[in-house]
């Protein structure tokens, strides 16, 4: 993956804040809407990056079913005391 790569996931993926990181993930429906403009989202389906408050890219993964476990709410309580 290249650092162009890196933008176009910043640029058009969607984004995501969950637990003090960013993450940016590229869907179908925007490789599908921004191909003419941009051909080489297609073969970045699926991609998922996760950034910290200070923009540093963390990790970069493949999952395409990413999108509904990043949203999923956390069950565990942590720095809860009964």
């Known amino acids: 993956m290249c650092e162009r790569d890196v933008d176009l996931v910043r640029r058009y993926g969607v984004l995501e804040r969950r637990t003090g990181v960013r993450f940016y993930f590229v869907r179908e429906q925007e490789v599908r809407r921004y191909r003419t403009v941009e051909p080489r989202l297609a073969r970045l ?4 990056m996760v950034l910290s408050q200070d923009n540093t890219v963390i990790t970069l993964y493949r999952n395409r079913e990413a999108l509904k476990e990043i949203r999923r709410k956390s069950k565990i309580r942590i720095g809860w005391a009964a």
Do not use: A, E, R
């Open 45 to 48: 389906h699926g991609i998922v």
